[in-house]
Structures are given as structure tokens and as C-alpha cells.
């Protein structure tokens, strides 16, 4: 997963194409955490996509534009637009992460 570092690669990435699959996280947060072991699973399992990562403390500004209300959260973009935002809430497990891109990605 490619770790995205400023406004301006983020606002590149998301013009793909192809949805990319971005998780919204921060250093601090247990949730994301426990998320990372098992997200590398899932990467595999939607392994024709690009995933991403944006540490919401370091990138200022994309949480709050993109209503990223708690973390991790997973979002897909596509030519520029969110198609699908899966909140923190509904991120604690490998089954309902994948669950949800299935549901997004078919």
C-alpha cells in the first residue's frame, strides 16, 4: 500500500480511471492498529486495484473534504469522484471490509 504524503498526490491518484481504494488513518488510533493486521488479506483479495493510505494527521485538510468523520476508514475513488466510503465503525474486521468492496467493486 503506497503511503500518500500531500494534497496533490492525493488529488492524482484519485483521477484514475480504475477506482483506487484509499484508507484514511492515524499513527495514534488502536482501530487502525488492529486493522493492519489483517488489511494486507484483503489487499490480496483485491489485488487488480490500487490501494492507498493517507495519515489524516499529516495530510491536512482530505479527512475534513471527503467527511471522514472517524478512523480507519476506507474510501474508492474514481475519475476524481467518491463512489463509496466505508466508515470507521464498519472497518474492524476482514470480513466487512471486503464485504463492502465486493459490494462496491463487484
Known amino acids: 500500500?503506497?503511503?500518500?504524503?500531500?494534497?496533490?498526490?492525493?488529488?492524482?491518484v484519485i483521477q484514475s480511471e480504475n477506482p483506487v481504494i484509499i484508507k484514511f488513518f492515524a499513527d495514534w488510533c488502536p482501530d487502525c492498529k488492529r486493522m493492519n493486521?489483517?488489511?494486507g488479506d484483503v489487499i490480496e483479495?483485491?489485488?487488480?486495484?490500487?490501494?492507498?493510505?493517507?495519515?489524516s494527521d499529516e495530510v491536512k485538510g482530505l479527512a475534513e473534504k471527503?467527511?471522514?468523520?472517524?478512523?480507519?476508514?476506507?474510501?474508492v475513488f474514481k475519475n476524481g469522484e467518491?463512489?463509496?466510503?466505508q466508515h470507521s465503525a464498519n472497518t474492524k474486521s476482514p470480513e466487512s471490509v471486503s464485504e463492502f468492496l465486493t459490494e462496491q467493486l463487484g
Open 45 to 55: 483479495e483485491f489485488n487488480g486495484y490500487n490501494w492507498y493510505e493517507v495519515n
Open 37 to 39: 493486521m489483517f488489511i
Open 1 to 12: 500500500m503506497e503511503s500518500i504524503k500531500s494534497v496533490e498526490k492525493f488529488n492524482e
Open 66 to 75: 471527503y467527511e471522514v468523520m472517524g478512523i480507519p476508514s476506507m474510501l
Open 82 to 85: 467518491k463512489i463509496a466510503h
